[in-house]
């Protein structure tokens, strides 16, 4: 699918599909992850469950073993793909679809459970996935993500990101920042009267790698932004390794006995029933 022209995120989410298709490498670090948040969103056998912006499936896979009928959306073809590959290695059947988080080809009220694993964080507007992942969320459904920290290691590398990235065209919509969905405080307004009974919980990626250099180089190849300002900056090179040192800085924060220790935050609650 490509978005359309009344979208004024229509090229944002062009270039993030194309960016992300990287990121299938990544997955083997994010399956414990996932397992903590499908744990923390207490889901039941035969509930139905949708996996916003799904990525490779770890999430709607996960939810699959436990008994739920899962689905998945994503933007990324090239993801979905591998999701689907997944689920058939594990032996489970789940509906995946190519799909714009803020736009989710759902009736209403069709699932139990909404989860997203670090994914709808990355859609341009707040206040319209979370519009879309209520909307087709069950009265009493149960809505649960896990986001990154603003002041934790991947919510600075988003700010350092974002100050390589080229300014967008003057009057251009400027998409939020995705680290302040790690913001416990930013989380509850954004809820508002649409939830009750928000649940926080932590946990740690741990992402095995040999030296903070193994980890960077890494991480250049598989973060789609990440890639796409490094590959724009190969004619400067002053610049590029300006980057490069910045980022170690920061990654040599986290790492510890050949592993990247990577903290993110949970969020669970109940959509709220007419009338309660």
């Known amino acids: 699918m490509t978005t359309t022209a009344a979208d004024p995120f229509a090229k944002f989410k062009d270039a993030q599909r194309e960016a992300w298709s990287v990121f299938a490498p990544v ?86 459970a909404v989860l997203s694993q670090f994914g709808h964080i990355f859609a341009p507007r707040p206040e319209v996935v979370l519009r879309e992942m209520l909307r087709v969320l069950k009265p009493g459904g149960r809505i649960a993500f896990s986001a990154w920290p603003p002041e934790l290691f991947t919510g600075r590398q988003f700010d350092l990101i974002a100050r390589y990235l080229p300014p967008p065209p003057a009057g251009a919509a400027r998409p939020a920042p995705p680290a302040l969905w790690g913001d416990p405080n930013v989380i509850r307004e954004r809820f508002g009267d649409a939830v009750e009974g928000v649940v ?39 610049k590029l390794a300006r980057l490069r040192a910045e980022y170690e800085a920061i990654l040599a924060d986290v790492f510890e006995d050949n592993a990247l220790h990577l903290h993110f935050i949970m969020a669970r609650a109940s959509k709220r029933k007419q009338g309660s």
Do not use: W
């Open 27 to 112: 997955e083997t670090f994010t399956t414990l992850p996932a397992a903590e948040l499908v744990k923390f969103a207490q889901l039941a056998p035969g509930q139905t469950v949708l996996d916003v912006a799904c990525g490779t499936g770890v999430v709607a896979v996960t939810a699959a073993r436990v008994g739920a009928k899962a689905s998945g959306a994503d933007l990324s073809p090239a993801l979905l793909e591998r999701a689907r590959h997944n689920a058939s290695v594990a032996g489970v059947a789940i509906d995946f679809v190519e799909s714009d988080a803020e736009a989710l080809p759902y009736a209403d009220a069709a699932f139990d």
């Open 200 to 238: 926080f919980d932590r946990g740690v990626m741990i992402v095995q790698t040999l030296s903070v250099k193994h980890a960077r180089v890494a991480q250049e190849a598989t973060i789609g932004p990440l890639t796409r300002i490094v590959e724009s900056l190969r004619g400067e090179p002053e």
